[in-house]
C-alpha cells in the first residue's frame, strides 16, 4: 500500500471518525485533524520535493482523494492540497485553511462575490478563478452566507471592498480542471462507502425470516447501485491517469459528469434500502449522502458538464469515439 495513504487512514480514524464529523459539522473544535493532516505534510503532497513536498504523481493522488471522500472530511483538505500546488513553485500560500472557487464575480466598485464556496464558512482563504488568472481571498472580512444544507459548511462570500492577496496570471484553466476532478474523486470515495454501508444492512437485516439481501427486488437494486459506483470510480481515476501536473479538461469534465450523476442514483438507492432507519440523524449514512449531495453541484454539476462536453464534440467535427481518444481520455 502506498505509504501516504497508510498515514492518512491512521489520522482519519483518530481524528475523522462520524462522531467526530458530527461534532466538526454542529460547530465543534476541527483543530486536531487540521493540523495534524497539516503537520504530517499532506498537505504538501504535490509539491515539488525541493519545496519540501512528495512531488506525488497525480495517480497516486486519486487513492488519497478517495480516502477524504470515504471519511466525509468536513474540512478542505483535498482544496488545500490543489491550491499548493497550483501556487507552486512561484507563490506559497499563508497559513490557514485554503478552499476553491471557480469563479469571482464582481459587483459595484470594489464589491466581490465567490457563489457556494465549499467549506465557505470555516475557510481562511479562498483562492479563485478571476477570468483566467488565479487570486487569493481573505475570508476574514467576507460577510458568509450559508449555502445549501448547513451542515456541508459551504457559503457564498461576499466583500464590499476586498483587495486580493495575490494574483497568479493565466492560473484559472488549471484551477477549473483540477476542481472538477478533485470532487469527482471525493464522490467516488463517498460512493463506494455508501455502497458498501447498504450492502451490509441488506446482509445483515432480517425481515420474513431472511436477511434482505436474498430478496431479488433487493438485489436488483444493489446490482444497480454497484454499476454506478464502478461507473463513477472508473471515470474519476481516468483524470488523474496522466503524467502532467493537472488533470486534462475533457477527462475531468467527464469525470464529474458521471460522478454527480451517479451520486443521486447511488444516495436514492441506499435510503431506500435502508428505510425509514437511513433517514435518522443518529445512523451515519446521512453524513455519506448529504456529501453525496453537496459534492454533486460543487463545481458545476452534471447538466452544466455535459454541455461543456457536448459543445466541444460539436466543435471538434470529429466522431465520439475519436473525439475522446483525441483529447487523452481513452
Not at 503537520?39 to 509539491?47: A, C, H, I, M, T
Not at 519545496?51 to 488545500?80: H, K, M, N, Y
Not at 507552486?88 to 485553511?97: E, K, N, V
Not at 497568479?168 to 470515495?189: D, K, N, T, V, W
Request: charge should be negative.
Amino acid at each position: 500500500m502506498n505509504p501516504f495513504l497508510e498515514a492518512l487512514d491512521k489520522v482519519l480514524q483518530d481524528h475523522c471518525t462520524f462522531p467526530d464529523v458530527r461534532r466538526i459539522e454542529a460547530g465543534g473544535s476541527s483543530d486536531a485533524l487540521w493540523h495534524t493532516v497539516e503537520q504530517v505534510g499532506f498537505l504538501d503532497l504535490l509539491l515539488p520535493e525541493e519545496q519540501g513536498g512528495a512531488a506525488l504523481p497525480l495517480v497516486d493522488l486519486f487513492s488519497i482523494l478517495e480516502r477524504l471522500g470515504r471519511a466525509a472530511v468536513p474540512l478542505p483538505v483535498a482544496q488545500a492540497i490543489v491550491a499548493r500546488a497550483l501556487l507552486a513553485p512561484s507563490r506559497s500560500l499563508p497559513a490557514g485553511r485554503v478552499t476553491l472557487a471557480m469563479h469571482l464575480l464582481r459587483g459595484p466598485g470594489k464589491a466581490l462575490v465567490c457563489p457556494s464556496v465549499p467549506y465557505g464558512t470555516i475557510a481562511d482563504y479562498v483562492l479563485c478563478g478571476d477570468g483566467g488568472d488565479l487570486v487569493l481571498l481573505s475570508c476574514a472580512a467576507a460577510t458568509r452566507v450559508v449555502s445549501g444544507d448547513v451542515r456541508c459548511l459551504g457559503a457564498t462570500l461576499q466583500w464590499a471592498d476586498a483587495e486580493p492577496l495575490l494574483r497568479e496570471p493565466g492560473g484559472a484553466p488549471r484551477l477549473r480542471a483540477f476542481a472538477p476532478a478533485m470532487a469527482a474523486a471525493m464522490l467516488s470515495g463517498a460512493m463506494q462507502r455508501t455502497f458498501a454501508m447498504a450492502l451490509e444492512y441488506c446482509n445483515n437485516r432480517v425481515q420474513f425470516g431472511k436477511p434482505l439481501g436474498k430478496f431479488q427486488a433487493i438485489q436488483q437494486q444493489l446490482s444497480e447501485m454497484a454499476e454506478h459506483v464502478l461507473a463513477g470510480a472508473i471515470a474519476a481515476e481516468s483524470a488523474f491517469h496522466t503524467d502532467a501536473g493537472t488533470p486534462p479538461p475533457l477527462a475531468a469534465a467527464i469525470a464529474k459528469s458521471r460522478t454527480s450523476e451517479a451520486a443521486a442514483l447511488v444516495a436514492a438507492t441506499a435510503h431506500a434500502v435502508h428505510g425509514a432507519i437511513g433517514m435518522t440523524d443518529e445512523y451515519d449514512l446521512g453524513i455519506l449522502t448529504r456529501r453525496l449531495h453537496d459534492w454533486r453541484v460543487v463545481y458545476g454539476g452534471e447538466s452544466h458538464w455535459n454541455r461543456v462536453i457536448g459543445e466541444k464534440l460539436l466543435a471538434s467535427g470529429a466522431g465520439i469515439v475519436d473525439f475522446v481518444r483525441l483529447d487523452g481520455v481513452g
